[in-house]
């Protein structure tokens, strides 16, 4: 069993800056496309941040870009989101996810293999 753990949330003001971690059992992690949603109150689980297996090739939602950048250590078997400008509509449990064919391109809900259990991050006005 494969088991995603997140680590890193909590209560920022807004401008401020957190990185969430997600450590990944297994040996298999360099091998999956790993990536970031966000789902907030009443709202549907939205895409943020996705990296491939080796970590060349990313992709951030358009409502991070330029303040988020998601990043990965394959010798540690964790993948980072730095977040920083943070907004109060950032508020949102962020959850930890993977793909375990690697495929970073269909990164979507519907396509994830794994999933962490979420860690919640709150940015207040």
């Known amino acids: 069993q494969v088991l995603l753990v997140e680590s890193g949330g909590g209560l920022v003001q807004a401008g401020g800056s957190l990185r969430l971690s997600c450590t990944v059992s297994?040996?298999?992690?360099?091998?999956?496309?790993m990536g970031w949603f966000r789902q907030a109150p009443g709202k549907e689980r939205e895409f943020v941040a996705a990296i491939s297996g080796s970590g060349s090739t990313t992709y951030l939602a358009d409502s991070v870009k330029g303040r988020f950048t998601i990043s990965r250590d394959n010798g540690k078997n964790t993948v980072y989101l730095q977040m920083n400008s943070l907004k109060p509509e950032d508020t949102a449990v962020y959850y930890c996810?993977?793909?375990?064919?690697?495929?970073?391109?269909?990164?979507?809900?519907?396509?994830?293999?794994?999933w962490g259990k979420g860690t919640l991050v709150t940015v207040s006005s």
């Open positions: 996810a993977a793909d375990r064919w690697g495929s970073v391109q269909a990164f979507v809900v519907p396509n994830m293999d794994y």
């Open positions: 297994g040996r298999a992690f360099s091998s999956y496309a």
